[in-house]
């Protein structure tokens, strides 16, 4: 019987790159059903298993790596669409933009959200993410 480990991708764009660079090494690999997962987890989280080999796992772990470390280095895409037409938009957010939120928020009883400094988002989807 064969052992199987799991590495978790964010997104389904990211185990189909993962799981190509895997090819590249020689390591043989399948992606969990996404349907399935996403029944598991919610619809929400996109997140998606990549399926390799137990005797395969401690390299794919280091392909992971290498792959996360050159996709750093590679212009963003849109982990929704797979767009690469992303900018980065920055948020400068002054003390007296931030005194009302933090005031109705106190009111409200409801967790304060800071604006993120940098956030990229898709001209083709209108998705915004951190990076």
């Not at 212009?75 to 690469?84: D, L, Q, V």
């Not at 037409?85 to 933009?97: D, E, G």
């Amino acid at each position: 019987m064969v052992k199987i480990k799991e590495i978790t991708c964010n997104s389904p764009i990211e185990a189909e790159g993962f799981r190509s660079f895997l090819r590249e090494a020689g390591i043989e690999s399948n992606i969990f059903d996404e349907a399935n997962s996403k029944v598991a987890r919610g619809i929400l989280d996109q997140r998606v298993e990549v399926l390799v080999k137990e005797e395969d796992y401690e390299q794919a772990m280091k392909v992971y790596q290498s792959y996360l470390s050159e996709q750093q280095n590679v212009m963003p895409w849109c982990p929704k669409c797979g767009s690469e037409n992303v900018f980065l938009q920055t948020n400068k957010c002054a003390t007296t933009r931030r005194l009302p939120r933090f005031l109705a928020a106190l009111l409200a009883f409801v967790p304060i959200g800071f604006c993120t400094s940098r956030k990229y988002v898709c001209n083709n989807c209108g998705h915004e993410w951190e990076r």
